[in-house]
């Protein structure tokens, strides 16, 4: 399952289901540095004239939850500029400014699943009020193990504690470094630093896809409500749902 991870002694998959729990439960995020890797492979000025290549490797197939989706195109992908991702939802529009310089796979990855409905008609599944402060989305399922028949590596990892703050999107994953596939977390409000490293509570280890860019009011009116508790004290599902109805993802534009 992937999961976001809060800060606990074995804190390891916190954004797929909060590391046992939280690699377990949630499905959360891993955020990514600036700079490809494993997922992407650009160098220099060839890069910048073949664009970005993206490696998708299978996911389990023991795992029901997953839904069937082929893969994305692997090489001559967009690798520079944004993308706007625009999530219909039940409360409100939620638009996503998708960083397709630094996570050009994750922005091929999302084009592609939304380009086949593959989030219509989900909602976002886990929502995380202590700790951490996360709401969690993109898995058809409903269960936290869900996504699509592929994965793929980390981009775009922060380095300090200024990667997760609030409207910062990431992917869940569940301590897998190759464990990206289409569950990804929205940070309503700033993550805590441990006062004894001066670090995010967070580690590094989620990849960072983009910034909200308008519709912040959807995703803090979810967490007012807070959670229902089903994983845990202030982590679980939304008291006020979130279903989304739609995805879109526009074209590339200059950043």
């Not at 997760?164 to 190759?178: I, R």
């Not at 006020?240 to 739609?246: D, G, R, V």
Request: hydrophobic residues 35%; neutral net charge.
């Amino acid at each position: 399952m992937s999961s976001v991870e809060q800060p606990r002694p074995r804190a390891a998959a916190v954004v797929g289901a909060l590391v046992a729990t939280i690699v377990v439960i949630g499905g959360f995020v891993w955020l990514a540095v600036s700079g490809n890797s494993h997922g992407t492979s650009v160098s220099g000025t060839a890069a910048a004239a073949k664009g970005a290549t993206c490696t998708w490797k299978p996911a389990d197939a023991n795992n029901t939850a997953l839904k069937k989706t082929g893969t994305p195109s692997t090489k001559n992908l967009p690798d520079s500029g944004t993308r706007d991702m625009t999530i219909a939802t039940s409360q409100g529009t939620i638009t996503i400014k998708l960083d397709v310089t630094d996570a050009p796979c994750s922005a091929a990855s999302f084009a592609y699943l939304a380009s086949q409905k593959f989030f219509d008609n989900s909602s976002c599944h886990r929502l995380v009020t202590s700790g951490i402060y996360v709401l969690q989305c993109g898995d058809p399922s409903g269960t936290g193990s869900g996504g699509p028949s592929y994965t793929y590596g980390h981009e775009n990892l922060p380095s300090g504690p200024a990667g997760y703050t609030t409207g910062v999107v990431a992917m869940a994953n569940a301590s897998d470094p190759d464990g990206n596939g289409s569950q990804f977390f929205i940070i309503y409000k700033d993550t805590p630093t441990d006062p004894s490293t001066g670090q995010s509570v967070l580690a590094s280890n989620f990849t960072v896809i983009g910034t909200v860019s308008a519709g912040m009011d959807v995703v803090q009116k979810v967490a007012a409500a807070g959670a229902d508790n089903t994983y845990g004290a202030g982590d679980g599902k939304p008291k006020l749902p979130l279903k989304i109805t739609s995805v879109t993802v526009g074209p590339v534009a200059s950043g």
